[in-house]
């Protein structure tokens, strides 16, 4: 096993190459990146098949304060993404499959307003799941104060100890924040993680990118073009 003296710190097993560590190996570039970057090779899968027995689907952040105009923090790519997700739910709930939702869920002087304005205050408009998403009496609602799904909520023990699935289907808002940070958490967790690239939604085309080259690379996930490229039997 041999370890390179690059900043990238790649590992090479037997002295071959993954064809990720080839194309960590083979970048050369400035360490202040120019105004112009490349993007690696998107890893799509043309299609994944999961068990509604032991996969949960969870939809981060789907609130009015990303989705919808006059939002605080809108996101206009986010409502295009509404329609995918609501068919990826409905195919979902039809199969019995788990549902959970994050909820960024902020307070009067909370210190994420000194990153971002105020957004998603508790009880406001902002801080409700869109209509278009609304949760069924039984679906697990997980309030959360940071990017990340998992910390501080109860979404690990519900996935884990309660419904005892091994694998996650996450879409929503912010693909590179709060999705991300969801999906590098239940990654973490081992959890198989599958992103569809039409049910998540940035503020530009590398934050989408970077979201799902992370997931099919760190994380070893499945990515998939469409939220119709996941087929979900019982």
């Given at each position: ?8 710190f ?119 799941i ?24 109860w ?80």
């Amino acid at each position: 096993m041999l370890f390179t003296n690059r900043p990238e710190f790649v590992m090479i097993r037997a002295g071959t190459a993954t064809q990720l560590d080839k194309e960590i190996i083979d970048m050369t570039f400035p360490y202040i990146p120019g105004e112009t970057v490349k993007v690696p090779t998107l890893a799509f899968k043309d299609t994944v098949t999961l068990s509604a027995a032991d996969t949960a689907l969870i939809i981060v952040d789907m609130q009015n304060d990303f989705v919808k105009p006059g939002g605080s923090l809108m996101v206009p790519a986010a409502e295009g993404t509404v329609g995918n997700i609501q068919r990826l739910l409905e195919t979902a709930r039809s199969a019995g499959m788990h549902v959970a939702y994050t909820m960024d869920t902020m307070f009067k002087d909370d210190p994420e307003f000194a990153i971002w304005p105020a957004h998603t205050v508790e009880g406001t408009w902002g801080w409700q799941i869109i209509d278009e998403l609304k949760p069924l009496e039984g679906e697990l609602i997980c309030p959360k104060n940071r990017y990340d799904g998992f910390y501080g909520t109860w979404l690990e023990h519900f996935l884990t100890y309660v419904w005892r699935v091994k694998q996650v289907i996450i879409v929503g808002t912010v693909a590179n924040i709060c999705v991300l940070h969801t999906a590098a958490a239940a990654g973490l967790r081992w959890f198989h993680v599958v992103m569809p690239a039409d049910g998540i939604s940035a503020l530009t085309e590398f934050d989408q990118a970077l979201t799902l080259h992370q997931v099919s690379s760190l994380y070893t996930g499945s990515i998939v073009r469409s939220v119709d490229d996941i087929e979900i039997g019982k």
